[in-house]
């Protein structure tokens, strides 16, 4: 019905369109809009205040070396549970996203085209400008010299 309504020319399909897409949005929202038991049992187990003491963790020690140990005791759990409720709740796990947020902040601080970028791998964890430049190729797909031309 929504096709024949796409294909046709004239006032009447468009209205017809609209009210079809309206309850194709509604039957979606009703299948997969609601949480299920399972997400809210696993939103319960590692919860925004988790993630906000795990994420000011990060930003206090970014020019640190963090493990997950450090993070799961950040967030009061074992790091093997911690590991997996971080990685179902959040979508990568937690090194994944401390070296995201690395080189988020890094590509911050190159804004300052002054700033060179072996100290900008220092501030931000890495232990020198070539692991900065590997992982951050990983990451981007370019290097950061590449980046900053840009």
């Known amino acids: 019905m929504l096709r024949d309504a796409l294909e046709t020319d004239d006032l009447s399909s468009g209205v017809m369109f609209e009210a079809m897409s309206r309850v194709f949005l509604v039957k979606l929202l009703q299948k997969y809009g609601q949480q299920q038991a399972e997400d809210l049992a696993l939103s319960a187990r590692f919860t925004s205040e988790h993630y906000k003491r795990v994420l000011s963790f990060i930003r206090d020690r970014l020019d640190h070396t963090i493990s997950v140990e450090e993070l799961a005791q950040v967030a009061g759990m074992s790091a093997s549970h911690f590991a997996r409720v971080f990685k179902e709740t959040v979508g990568e796990t937690p090194m994944q996203y401390v070296l995201a947020y690395r080189i988020e902040q890094a590509i911050g601080m190159m804004r300052d085209p002054k700033r060179p970028l072996g100290e900008i791998a220092i ?16 990451v981007t797909g370019q290097t950061p010299r590449q980046y900053r031309a840009a």
Not at 123 to 138: L, T
């Open 123 to 138: 501030a931000c964890g890495f232990a020198d400008q070539a692991h900065f430049s590997r992982s951050f190729k990983q």
